[in-house]
Structure formats: structure tokens, C-alpha cells
T-cell receptor
């Protein structure tokens, strides 16, 4: 089983809608969770980090973490065409000493249609 | 302030050749990482430096790959006897101290093509 799994998409939503991106992880020792956005041909850019169960909001973005279900999601409200990109879920396993290594999913391609 | 920079942005080489990829991290960041991203995949960890030392090189695919960071700032990833399967985007990232809660800032990457 892959360590971090995401639906590769593409996920297509109309402008102004809510985009919901999901990620599951296999290792219960994972403690830090990140969402990166990657535009085509560009490098990943951090948009959200979350470390404890519950919701974390930053502008139009909300990250949700459920450690019991090993599930982390990203909601984008009022989606804009400029949000069209690949969204990468990444986790860090803190236990075992390797508390620096990001393990990424394959990413979900989001397209926001005007 | 300057972000992470990488040179060259593109490198085309022939199978069997030697290449060096350079990363200049954000000033003051002690932690430096190399990742490799193949088409349609997320980045995969290669090596982590804390200061001058390679704290974890478990992601290097084989002994053709080697990386250094002699003065604790700039790092060079070296690939010997390149193979077509080495073609990918090589990403460098840096973070302030290497803590699990530190943001890793990525450079623009070097696209390596092995013919």
C-alpha cells in the first residue's frame, strides 16, 4: 500500500464552487501534514500545514485532519481559475527519527472552469 | 529576499556522462533537501543535509548518486554514468532548522534529460 494516496483526478469544478481534495496515509506515526500547490512546470509551493485533529482555516483554504481515520483534506472555497493546479499532499513521520522527510502523494489535478 | 535557487534550469546529457546539479538555499537555513520528481508523480526524497553533513541519504537510488554541502550552504548533487531512467526534475528545498513543523521551501528545479 502506497504511503500517501490521492485521487489523481482530474477534478473539475466551476468557478465559485467548493473544491474538495482528499488524501489518506498509511503510517499512524505521521504527525505533520502539508498541502502543496504545483502549477504546471513550476515547483511545489506550501499553502497549508496542519498538525492536530480538526480544521484549520486560512482565507479560502481549509485543511481538515482526522488522525483516527488517517485522512486529511483540503477545501478551497470560491474556487478561481487561478487555483487550477496540481495539489500535493505530503506527510512527515515524526516517530523513528526521520522527522524531516516529506512523503508526497501523486497529486490531484484541479481544473476550475470560468 | 531570495528564495532557493538551482542551476542549471535544464540539463541535457548523453547516457554515461557525469552531471552536477547545484542548489543555493535560503540564507540562514541549516536544513537542505534533495527530491526527485518524475512525470505524473509527487516528489521523492533523496537526501537530507543538516549543516555540512548528510544526515540521511537513504533515498539515493544507488551509488551513482552523491551529494555534498561542504560549507553548509550551497549543495551539489552529482550523478555519475547517467542512465535514461535518471531523467526527471531534481528539486532542492531548504528549511530553517529541519524540524517537522518547518516549512520546506522548494527551488525551481533542474530538469535533467538523459538521451
Amino acid at each position: 500500500q502506497k504511503e500517501v494516496e490521492q485521487n489523481s483526478g482530474p477534478l473539475s469544478v466551476p468557478e465559485g464552487a467548493i473544491a474538495s481534495l482528499n488524501c489518506t496515509y498509511s503510517d499512524r506515526g505521521s504527525q505533520s501534514f502539508f498541502w502543496y500547490r504545483q502549477y504546471s512546470g513550476k515547483s511545489p509551493e506550501l499553502i497549508m500545514s496542519i498538525y492536530s485533529n480538526g480544521d484549520k482555516e486560512d482565507g479560502r483554504f481549509t485543511a481538515q485532519l482526522n488522525k483516527a481515520s488517517q485522512y486529511v483534506s483540503l477545501l478551497i472555497r470560491d474556487s478561481q481559475p487561478s487555483d487550477s493546479a496540481t495539489y500535493l499532499c505530503a506527510v512527515i513521520l515524526v516517530m523513528g527519527g526521520s522527522n524531516y522527510k516529506l512523503t508526497f502523494g501523486k497529486g490531484t489535478l484541479l481544473t476550475v472552469n470560468p | 529576499g531570495a528564495g532557493v535557487s538551482q542551476t542549471p534550469s535544464n540539463k541535457v546529457t548523453e547516457k554515461g556522462k557525469y552531471v552536477e546539479l547545484r542548489c543555493d538555499p535560503i540564507s540562514g537555513h541549516t536544513a537542505l533537501y534533495w527530491y526527485r520528481q518524475s512525470l505524473g508523480q509527487g516528489p521523492e526524497f533523496l537526501i537530507y543535509f543538516q549543516g555540512t553533513g548528510a544526515a540521511d541519504d537513504s533515498g539515493l537510488p544507488n551509488d551513482r548518486f552523491f551529494a555534498v554541502r561542504p560549507e553548509g550552504s550551497v549543495s551539489t548533487l552529482k550523478i555519475q554514468r547517467t542512465e535514461r531512467g535518471d531523467s526527471a526534475v531534481y528539486l532542492c528545498a531548504s528549511s530553517l532548522e529541519g524540524k517537522s513543523t518547518d516549512t520546506q521551501y522548494f527551488g525551481p528545479g533542474t530538469r535533467l534529460t538523459v538521451l
